[in-house]
């Protein structure tokens, strides 16, 4: 087999925040590439995609998915572990419509894979996060109790 090198680009679409120093969401759908050779197995470029951007989880809670268009939807596939991500770009030539590579969370359905820190550091994200949306929604009904308050005053002093 020929040895090939190239590049693949790769959809970021990770749900559950991952460990840098701390923990932090990634920007949704963010696009990074790769540079690997034909070689290169889909664990090896989960490995170099996270040393890449820095984060210090565990890869094996990470998968690498195919992702094709087909009328009108998006159908993802897990790869294997062993199977070699630019062989298949290579294949499948380069048209994004026809593959494309996009990293998401093991579909495991648990949170077996992290640390009791991890999880209280996840926590403190939530309630920061539910902290802020709670201000920003009583904000805004303060201002429209105000106005209306304003509203009847208006009314009753015709």
């Not at 949704?28 to 984060?55: A, F, N, P, W, Y």
């Amino acid at each position: 087999m020929a040895l090939n090198i190239g590049f693949i680009k790769v959809h970021l679409r990770l749900s559950r925040p991952v460990t840098k120093r701390t923990s932090f969401y990634l920007p949704c759908d963010c696009v990074k590439q790769l540079h690997i050779s034909s070689l290169h197995t889909t664990r090896e470029v989960i490995q170099g995609l996270l040393k890449m951007l820095t984060v210090l989880d565990n890869p094996c809670k990470f998968a690498l998915y195919r992702q094709t268009h087909r009328d009108g939807q998006d159908l993802f596939q897990k790869l294997a572990l062993w199977e070699r991500p630019l062989l298949l770009r290579l294949i499948a030539g380069p048209d994004t419509e026809t593959l494309s590579f996009v990293l998401k969370e093991n579909e495991t359905g648990e949170w077996h894979a992290f640390s009791v820190p991890e999880l209280q550091n996840f926590l403190g994200i939530l309630e920061k996060e539910e902290s802020e949306r709670v201000r920003v929604v009583e904000q805004k009904y303060a201002v429209y109790r105000k106005k209306l308050q304003e509203a009847l005053q208006r009314h009753e002093a015709h």
